[in-house]
Antibody, heavy 121, light 111 residues
């Protein structure tokens, strides 16, 4: 069965950096696009970033463009999110999610359990 | 960005009774390829969201047939024919015709 396991969350000061990882199993990771989606405490869902199956195209929400970088290592079945210049409003649970398609961002069919990022001094 | 709205924002249902959630988008979700990019997710307490319905009316693998989706253009509905205790949580509609946006969520609990 599809499994997505996020790690790397924690407490970081404003302006700091953090790298999240998502280990994938149960499907052919290199054949699907992948996303990061976040949820601020007690709030709704916000899409963050998408990467094509081969890493050749990446898309970002305006709220994180220029600060966050999505990447993947298909040899390790792992998705990453490098987060720089973190702000208090980036505090959220970050979910890794599998896309239904390989090249085009369509929808999220499986989600990980999430990892909490807290930006606070 | 496309804005998604949902009504009601909360719903208390007696087990075995039906429930309905409305979702409206600020722009049509009908793409030139003929598909309508509207989805429904359920986030049970303490869990990540799970896909219920894709492209308006298609149940995802393993989703009980008491869940159904309908609608077109900008107006959509999720119906639960007979609510069960395991259906509690927050239901989100989502569009993907432009960078993804979600509705605010509808919290469903049991009376």
């Amino acid at each position: 069965q599809v499994q997505l396991v996020e790690s790397g969350g924690g407490v970081v000061q404003p302006g700091g950096s953090l790298r999240l990882s998502c280990a994938a199993s149960g499907f052919t990771f290199s054949s699907y696009g992948m996303h990061w989606v976040r949820q601020a405490p007690g709030k709704g869902l916000e899409w963050v970033a998408f990467i094509r199956y081969d890493g050749s195209n990446k898309y970002y929400a305006d709220s994180v463009k220029g600060r966050f970088t999505i990447s993947r290592d298909n040899s390790k079945n792992t998705l990453y999110l490098q987060m720089n210049s973190l702000r208090a409003e980036d505090t959220a649970v970050y979910y890794c999610a599998k896309d239904h398609d390989k090249a085009v961002a369509t929808y999220f069919d499986y989600w990980g359990q999430g990892t909490l990022v807290t930006v606070s001094s | 960005d496309i804005v998604m709205t949902q009504t009601p924002l909360s719903l208390s249902v007696t087990p075995g009774q039906p429930a309905s959630i409305s979702c409206k988008s600020s722009q049509s979700l009908l793409h030139s390829d003929g598909k309508t990019y509207l989805y429904w997710y359920l986030q049970k307490p303490g869990q990540p969201p799970q896909l219920l319905i894709y492209e308006v009316s298609n149940r995802f693998s393993g989703v009980p047939d008491r869940f159904s989706g309908s609608g077109s253009g900008t107006d959509f509905t999720l119906k639960i024919s007979r609510v069960e205790a395991e259906d509690v949580g927050v239901y989100y509609c989502m569009q993907s015709i432009q960078p993804f946006t979600f509705g605010p969520g509808t919290k469903v609990d049991i009376k």
